[in-house]
């Protein structure tokens, strides 16, 4: 399991962050029969560890198991969070990593591909925050699709 870290630990990089660029990772993608998205313990833990990589730092985690055996697994991280949906009857699992401040949002998705086996994966990055919102909706929609 991940190593959990009080909050208070991170208010000096929480105001860094406030300043920081912000940006919404979004993945699509199948998973292979031997992926460990089917296990929630070794999900957690590839997940933490794909966090740590990008030298982020988890809070907290929380996890539910559906009836199906899908499972939605959310990491609160001091960065902001990243989340997981599966659906084991359509082998899809879908991520979204919200990042801010010095997490490096590219490389943990990079690791959660790799450590989770997923194939026909598809990455979608969208600049979040106040100074995105400030501009015009055309260059809005420019920045949200050239983005990743």
């Known amino acids: 399991m991940p190593v959990i870290e009080p909050a208070s630990r991170y208010s000096e990089l929480r105001r860094q962050e406030a300043v920081s660029p912000k940006v919404l990772f979004a993945v699509d993608a199948r998973c292979v029969p031997d992926s460990p998205v089917h296990d929630v313990a070794e999900l957690t833990a590839v997940t933490a560890a794909a966090v740590e990589v990008g ?64 194939e026909s994966v598809t990455i979608s990055q969208l600049p979040r925050g106040v100074e995105v919102s400030r501009l015009p909706a055309a260059d809005r929609r420019a920045r949200s699709s050239t983005a990743g």
């Open 55 to 118: 030298s982020g730092h988890v809070l907290d985690t929380s996890h539910v198991i559906f009836p199906n055996g899908a499972i939605t697994l959310v990491l609160i991280l001091a960065e902001s969070h990243l989340s997981i949906h599966t659906w084991p009857e359509e082998n899809m699992v879908a991520i979204d990593l919200f990042s801010c401040g010095k997490i490096d949002g590219a490389l943990v998705i990079d690791h959660l591909i790799r450590g989770l086996r997923l």
